[in-house]
């Protein structure tokens, strides 16, 4: 065999054990459970040192009775290794009792606190600074690799991920999540009927699942003043973004901070009872993430009247990352959201410009200078869910009215257990049957084709997966037609060969013809 077939099998084995990688896990894998198994490495290395260290200090503790002169230097060196010896302890003692409990609260909170229902929420809150407590590291378990200073955002995203299964198949096949969504027809903005108000929301909402990668959701209305929204089934972790993006209205709004903010700040502090706040400003608190899981909390002066850049000004919101791996949301201008941007920065250089979205406080950088590109960023300390998501609520636009969930409830398969059994069953006893037939026909060249159907079918379900696909019934249609042309078009080649071969000439002849 030539060399250049080596290296060409070569690559075929590789490619075929890359798409058999990413098919695992094909379920969804629980979260907690991911999340202790992937820190169980690091919780090994701490029960190490402790047991290391731990025997460490009982070995210098009889040095140090040996010593008789408590003021030599032998002593001092030693008890200072026993000091050492005995912080490596308290160390690695407080990791991991930590650890344990950042579990049972995380179990607490999820038995116990209704708006809690995502394991990955859990943790995040479990781990957030508490009165009797410091904020919890989670990169001190779970590290990010090529991040050493790993947000508790970025360590979940990494926990999510995963957990998260590769194969998803559809609302036909495997039911999913319904939420039934409606709206006060009594709070519509001026001259909208209640059909075109829901017609938008629609339109909204499939926008939003749509960018945060749900596949195949089913949305319609229900009434006069409700929608239905299906989609397939997810995890607890992801319901919950969807939730959240849901019931976001995106009102996008920019606002000048005071240019004596701090001492604004200050004067406030002072006596907040009888601080007097400056007509034409408010005060708004800006909580940020920091990286160790501790939440920073800013007082800011702001202007009540926002600027006149709007979110409807908006092109384009995309989730980005920076060289140092922090997520953001990039923000693209139209021509008139531009042009008053650039107006807005070159007027007020120097001053702090607040970025706020329902209400929230995202960001306030200082304007270093005049921004005339039309780009901006909503910077935080995301994942990149999160930020996804925030990206995916901008970009379909404002809720045109505030809406909310009125009901949520699993939904069964639409075509029914026995139909999908029976598909299955068939598809089966077909593909088997088909292999059989070729083996047992075509011999050598049978054993040929079914290995090549069957790295043809690893390469169709290694794709699906890598790309994130939900799998339906008309999909799986597909690979039935897929199966089928390959079967004729090796058909067809075995019988050219075989008259060939019957009018004398050699197998190998034959294949060349």
């Not at 995040?124 to 001190?140: M, S, V």
């Not at 299955?424 to 040929?448: E, K």
Request: net charge negative.
């Amino acid at each position: 065999m030539r060399p250049s077939l080596y290296w060409r099998f070569a690559i075929i084995v590789l490619v075929l054990l890359g798409w058999t990688y990413a098919l695992f896990p094909i379920r969804d894998q629980d979260f907690m459970t991911t999340f202790k198994t992937m820190a169980e490495d690091r919780l090994s290395d701490y029960r190490k040192e402790l047991k290391e260290a731990e025997k460490t200090v009982a070995e210098l503790e009889k040095r140090l009775e040996q010593i008789e002169d408590n003021t030599s230097d032998a002593y001092r060196e030693v008890q200072a290794d026993y000091t050492n010896a005995q912080q490596t302890v308290r160390t690695n003692e407080r990791l991991l009792n930590t650890f344990d409990d950042l579990l049972k609260e995380a179990q607490r909170l999820l038995a116990e606190d209704e708006d809690v229902r995502a394991p990955y929420r859990a943790v995040k809150l479990a781990a957030q600074e508490r009165p009797a407590r410091a904020p919890i590291a989670l990169r001190d378990y779970i590290p990010v690799p090529t991040i050493p200073r790993a947000s508790n955002s970025l360590v979940l995203s990494r926990v999510r991920n995963e957990a998260r299964g590769t194969l998803r198949l559809g609302l036909d096949l495997k039911g999913g999540t319904e939420f039934v969504i409606g709206f006060d027809e009594e709070k519509l903005p001026d001259g909208r009927s209640p059909a075109s108000v829901q017609n938008q929301i629609i339109e909204i909402l499939r926008n939003r699942v749509d960018k945060m990668g749900v596949v195949e959701p089913e949305i319609k209305p229900v009434g006069d003043a409700s929608i239905s929204l299906r989609m397939p089934s997810v995890s607890e972790d992801e319901k919950a973004d969807v939730r959240r993006t849901i019931k976001q209205t995106a009102r996008l709004t920019f606002h000048l901070v005071h240019e004596n903010n701090a001492k604004k700040v200050q004067e406030y502090e002072t006596n907040p009872h009888t601080f007097d706040i400056e007509p034409g400003y408010q005060i708004k608190v800006m909580r940020t993430e920091q990286p160790d899981g501790s939440i920073s909390e800013e007082k800011l002066f702001l202007t009540s009247r926002p600027a006149r850049v709007k979110g409807s000004h908006i092109n384009r919101a995309v989730a980005s990352f920076n060289e140092f791996n922090n997520y953001y949301v990039s923000l693209s201008f139209n021509d008139e959201g531009a042009s008053e941007f650039a107006k807005l920065t070159s007027d007020n250089v120097g001053r702090r410009l607040a970025i706020v979205l329902d209400g929230k406080v995202y960001s306030a950088p200082v304007i270093q200078q005049a921004i005339t590109g039309g780009q901006a960023q909503i910077t935080g300390n995301f994942g990149p869910e999160e930020a996804t998501r925030l990206a995916s609520v901008i970009d379909s636009g404002n809720l045109p009215v505030e809406i909310k969930i009125d009901s949520e409830f699993g939904t069964d398969p639409t075509l029914g257990k026995d139909s999908i059994r029976s598909g299955t069953l068939a598809a089966v006893i077909g593909l088997c049957a088909v292999l059989i037939f070729m083996i047992l026909y075509y011999r050598v060249a049978g054993v040929i084709a079914v290995v090549a159907l069957c790295a043809n079918i690893l390469l169709v379900f290694g794709t699906l997966a890598l790309t994130g696909a939900t799998i339906t019934l008309p999909g799986i249609a597909g690979i039935v037609l897929v199966i089928g042309m390959a079967v004729d078009a090796n058909v067809l080649i075995f019988e050219r060969i075989r008259e060939e071969q019957e009018s004398g000439k050699s197998f190998g002849n034959a294949l060349r013809s």
